[in-house]
Structure formats: C-alpha cells, structure tokens
Nanobody
Framework: QVQLVESGGGLVQPGGSLRLTCAASGSIASINVMVWYRQAPGKQRELVASITNGGRTNYADSAKGRFTISRDNAKNTMSLQMNSLKPEDTAVYYC?????????WGQGTQVTVSS
C-alpha cells in the first residue's frame, strides 16, 4: 500500500506562484510515474504534468511554460512549481502514483487563484 499526501495549496492572486508537494510513503515500486491531476468545479479531472522515476516529464498544454514538475526519488517526493497562475488554474490538485499494477491517489489540495 502507498500513501500520498499533498501540501502547498492555498489562495494566490493572478500572476502569483505556488509550489505543491506530494510525499509518498509505503511500498513504492521502483518503476513508476508520478502525476499531478486537477479538477475544477463542474469539470472532469485532467492531467497537469507527469514525471517518471527516470525524470522524463510531460505537460498539459495549459501548463507548458508556467509549471515545472520535479521529483526526489531518495525522499519519495514530487513537486509542482506553478508560476504565472491564472484564475482558470483554480482547482483541487491531486497527486497520483502509477506502477505496473497499481494506481494510488492523494486526498487533494485546493488551489484558488483570485484577486
């Protein structure tokens, strides 16, 4: 079993920055992908960015150039640096860890971008 805990959400003004962190614990497969998803009210959950244990990254078009995903395999953490935030980035952000056999989710952290 794997536990994922997100932190770092909050209220920020448009143009501001936030850094989200996901801490993983438990039986973590050595080969995995860690992913940030988000879900805005009334909308489907969508992928924001992903990173493999080897460091390969992938971004949604909406995140390219503004968000940076990173991970520390030794500490089992993943981060999402979000810059130039827009009101449309407002959502609950979820951490997801995928291995060959399992997919685990965190409880989510709220990000609100508003003046």
């Amino acid at each position: 079993q794997v536990q994922l805990v997100e932190s770092g959400g909050g209220l920020v003004q448009p143009g501001g920055s936030l850094r989200l962190t996901c801490a993983a614990s438990g039986s973590i497969a050595s080969i995995n992908v860690m992913v940030w998803y988000r879900q805005a009210p009334g909308k489907q959950r969508e992928l924001v960015a992903s990173i493999t244990n080897g460091g390969r990254t992938n971004y949604a078009d909406s995140a390219k150039g503004r968000f940076t995903i990173s991970r520390d395999n030794a500490k089992n953490t993943m981060s999402l640096q979000m810059n130039s935030l827009k009101p449309e980035d407002t959502a609950v952000y979820y951490c997801n860890l995928q291995s060959a056999l399992h997919s685990y989710w965190g409880q989510g952290t709220q990000v609100t971008v508003s003046s």
